[in-house]
């Protein structure tokens, strides 16, 4: 089996970043090959991960005109990725920063803040509870047992590193938790109905080490 080597903690996996004329939401050629070459990816690609898409702005004009824009932006992108053939349930997320998180800090007019990007959501930050998870049976396929087999690798890292020092216990307890639940989830058949829910723990207790190493935020 392939092993994924990717940094978990991160919130999402970039698709591609779609950009704007000034004060506009509308698709110009480059926008519309950027949302075709992302729309191919997620076509040949299926996955259990939904998408999020948000829109930016750049730093002139008001901050709720600039959230609206970003909105409208998002929604135009989303839509355009419909058109081109992604199902409707891969479309998760749509929402607006407006002018924060700017790339190039300037108060002036700036193509590269004038943007939308599409990631793939990581479908949780943190865990509450397992039975949280949006995972069903449909989503049983190699994405996730993938995705299963990089947070098994990682647990089992993670708690073979701290066996060794006897540091943090929190993390200590999650990474052992998220080894035992990621290897049976790994280990279930694709048609086993115990499958799903032991992929919904491993993804908990992956994010609830992931929390107690402090390589993402706690749950709000």
């Known amino acids: 089996m392939l092993l994924l080597l990717v940094p978990l903690a991160a919130s999402a996996q970039t698709l591609g970043t779609v950009n704007f004329d000034f004060d506009s939401d509308r698709l110009d050629a480059t ?24 829109g930016y702005t750049d730093a002139v ?4 005109y600039n959230d609206g824009l970003g909105l409208r932006r998002a929604q135009r992108v989303a ?3 419909e058109a081109a053939g992604v199902p409707v349930d891969r479309i998760g997320t749509i929402r607006s920063r407006g002018e924060n998180e700017l ?33 069903a049976a449909d989503d049983i396929g190699n994405a996730l047992q993938t995705d299963l087999a990089a947070r098994l690798q990682e647990a089992a890292r993670e708690y073979q590193t701290l ?6 216990g929190a993390a200590f307890q999650m990474a052992g938790a998220a080894r035992e639940d990621c290897g049976q989830a790994v280990g279930y058949n694709d048609d086993s109905v115990r499958k ?11 994010a609830r080490m992931q929390v107690a190493l402090g390589k993402i935020p706690p749950p709000n």
């Open 31 to 54: 926008a519309q090959a950027e949302v075709a070459r992302i729309a191919e990816q997620l076509k040949a690609n299926p996955s259990y991960r939904p998408t999020v898409v948000v």
């Open 79 to 81: 839509l355009a990725l």
């Open 196 to 206: 799903v829910e032991y992929a919904k723990r491993c993804f908990c207790n992956s």
């Open 163 to 168: 066996t060794a020092t006897g540091g943090n």
């Open 61 to 64: 004009g008001s901050a709720g």
């Open 103 to 135: 790339l190039v800090a300037v108060t002036t007019p700036e193509r590269q803040n004038r943007r939308v990007t599409v990631t793939l959501d990581d479908i949780l930050a943190a865990c509450r509870s397992y039975r949280q998870v949006p995972l």
